[in-house]
């Protein structure tokens, strides 16, 4: 365990807890994008180059601004501020604290975990779309519909239906 | 500790802190990022485990880990056309007041 694994862990969770926990939810998002971010930074500290890429122009890049436009488009003034956390919140996290006590055992006692460092793999970007295209192209075909259904579905879904009536 | 391990419990913690924004907030839209949250965790444990794993030069986790990217940014294209739509009829993106199917 590194210097720089622990600095990257440090901010990814910090961001992470900043984004579920702060009351202002474009405070949420800002904090989220530096989670993500980290989390980038940690998959190309794993030497997957193209994976910690991808997050960061998916993730920072399109979710991250996705979810500010929903933001403020559902942001409406009420005179009485909707209170941040919902009425059984302590069950909730008590809950999550569970799941984490018990992902956390099952890590500490698996043999799989002592795992060593195998030696650095040579993966370039030819690669990836080499096998994107030959042995993975069915997966990316699927992946390329289902991505046009969710564009044409979510614009679907989000469209006001009362200009079609007037 | 060993390294491998370190990142799973990096990833569970991950996972348990979008686990508990999701339980626990009360706008639609952050509950949503919460389980975008826990997905970045479970790809977390996919680039862990392939670089940990015997044979990394086989792209398994690589490939993995883009498809999921690639389903979650589907998913969160849909879940917040569904919030817009959700708020456009109920006029609030407030979880505890979305209660019109409750018995």
């Not at chain 1, 800002?30 to 980038?40: E, I, K, P, S």
């Not at chain 2, 849909?78 to 019109?100: C, E, F, P, W």
């Amino acid at each position: 365990m590194t210097a720089t694994f622990l600095i990257l862990a440090v901010l990814t969770v910090a961001g992470t807890a900043a984004a579920m926990g702060l009351r202002n939810a474009v405070h949420c998002v800002l904090a989220l994008t530096v989670g993500f971010a980290g989390v980038a930074a940690l998959y190309l500290q794993l030497d997957a180059q193209f994976v910690g890429l991808t997050q960061i122009m998916v993730y920072v890049g399109a979710v991250a601004i996705l979810a500010v436009f929903a933001i403020m488009m559902t942001h409406s003034p009420t005179p009485v501020p909707i209170p941040a956390y919902s009425t059984r919140w302590a069950l909730g996290g008590v809950v999550a604290a569970a799941v984490f006590a018990v992902l956390a055992w099952a890590i500490c006692s698996s043999s799989a975990s002592s795992q060593i460092l195998p030696p650095q793999p040579d993966i370039n970007v030819q690669q990836i779309g080499e096998a994107l295209m030959h042995q993975y192209v069915l997966p990316l075909e699927i992946m390329g519909l289902l991505l046009t259904a969710a564009l044409i579905g979510a614009v679907v879904i989000a469209m006001d239906r009362k200009e079609e009536i007037k | 500790m060993s390294s491998l391990q370190s990142y799973l419990l990096l990833s569970a913690l991950l996972f348990s802190i979008g686990l508990a924004g999701a339980l626990t907030r009360r706008n639609a839209i952050l509950v949503l990022i919460g389980i975008e949250l826990m997905l970045n965790a479970a790809n977390l444990n996919f680039i862990a485990f392939w670089r940990f794993g015997p044979t990394p030069s086989k792209l398994t986790g690589i490939m993995f880990a883009i498809f999921s990217i690639s389903v979650a940014a589907a998913e969160a294209a849909v879940g917040l056309g569904i919030i817009l739509a959700a708020y456009r009829h109920s006029k609030t993106t407030d979880l505890d007041q979305m209660n019109s199917l409750k018995g």
